[in-house]
């Protein structure tokens, strides 16, 4: 007896054209086009510069151009990343009922496309490491390469906490918004003292506000909310980071810089809580004019179609990056001092540069993804959450030792100890082990695969619509 073939995938078009009337396109915007600011914001600061031994070493322009500091204060938009994902975490968890379920839904999205990165860059940094390749040069682009993995374990670590927050949220709606920046307050205390390790609590603290606000916005509340509100709300964040990184301790950066005595992001510290309200606010204002151009079908087709490859384009685009760098090491072009004249002008072939070695690397390997995002599966739930936390460790590992000889300890010092990225890879092999699902029989009225724009690790089958007039 033959097997039964499954029928091919929808396509875009399909997809888009599918799309339920009552779903709220602005939080599938939001998604993409914050990793789409993310890869242009590191592809722009990226700044190279040569080593006296003839290697690269990658700088940040922001090191020496200090004017350009509060640019920053758009370009950092994690926040806004992590309010849509809160907004998906929100809707996932009105369908799964167990901590494990959700937790597993989330990872088996993640952690295919991850579990290509991680292993393409240790084969790739092994071979360039025994072909001749100088290790400092290794150790620079796998540093590099390594950086969104940080990311994506607050990114998991939020996704295993979100059913105990969401719970405490259903109780009680809004008490966890004045007090999560107070929190964040006390911890950035800490930084420069005995206890700073404490302040990295602040990953979950500070972008667990965002998620806090995807709820919201799902339960229809922040909707609600008055324009004039708005302004009043987004003036106030404003005022206070002006405050807070003009005669208050902060630097104006909302990245970290070497030197800085403070750090507004390693970890993140409360201007990142501002600087995400601002943002919302902005967002919250535009509303009705996105959700109006975002009916065009041209631009909801744009906005499916990088949707369905935002982890792709995540995890991938300093490596094109690295890429784009190493063939012009190669060809021994040469490179103008870092923020003169030259280095500006010619920063826009270097932008295009990245942004084609990166597409090039999204058309390759962005079916691992779509093909995660399509399967019918879940979690077994009595080791869906185990495998998140093994993932969150894996990653943590990986990010801090980066992508330097598989086997040898490097990189970030992490609770008194260097780990080899090895160490990582095979906590995340572990956890895809014991988190993969079985088939899942449908239910009722309810379609396997994506729903159209989902993110990574939102589970499978179409969310229940949001209306706008909620």
Known sequence: MRARRRPPSPGLG??????????????????????????????????????????????????????????????????????????????????????????????????????????????????????????????????????????????LLLAVLAPAQHALHRRW????????????????????????????LNYVVVFGFSQELGFLYADGALVRIRRRWWVVATAAALGALVLLTGPGP???????????????????????????????????????????????????????????????LFLWHITGLVLAAVAAYLLGLPLPPIGSARWWAEKPLWLLAAAVVTAGLVVLLSPVERAAAGRGHTAPVRWGGVAALLAVAGLTVVACSGFADPLQRSGVVLAGQQFAPAAGAALLALAWLLGRGGPRSARAGQRPGRSVGEPPGSGTGAPPPVSSSR
């Open 173 to 200: 709606p809004w008490a966890l918004l004045p007090v999560l920046p107070v929190v964040a307050l006390l911890l950035d205390r800490l930084q420069g003292t005995g206890l700073a390790p404490l302040g990295y």
């Open 14 to 155: 399909a997809l888009a054209a599918a799309t339920p009337a009552g779903r709220d396109r602005l939080v599938d915007l939001v998604r993409a086009a914050s990793i789409v600011v993310v890869a242009l914001g590191h592809w722009s600061m990226a700044a190279l510069e040569p080593r006296p031994d003839g290697g690269l070493r990658v700088r940040n322009i922001l090191e020496v151009t200090t004017w350009a500091h509060p640019l920053t204060w758009l370009l950092q938009v994690m926040p806004l990343f992590f309010f849509a994902a809160g907004f998906t975490s929100a809707l996932a968890l009105r369908r799964r009922r167990t901590w494990s379920e959700f937790a597993g839904g989330r990872l088996q999205r993640v952690l295919p496309p991850t579990l290509l990165f991680v292993a393409v860059w240790l084969v790739l940094s092994w071979v360039l490491v025994r072909v001749g390749v100088p290790a400092v040069v290794v150790d620079a682009a796998g540093d590099a390469a390594a950086m969104p993995l940080w990311f994506l374990a607050v990114f």
């Open 250 to 312: 902060y630097p104006v950066s909302m990245l970290g810089l070497p030197g800085q005595r403070v750090s507004n992001m390693l970890p993140p510290s409360a201007c990142v809580i501002a600087v995400g309200v601002v943002q919302l606010g902005v967002v919250m204002l535009a509303r009705p004019a996105l959700q109006r151009w975002l009916q065009r079908p041209r631009v909801w087709r744009a906005t499916v179609a990088a949707n369905a490859v935002v982890m792709t």
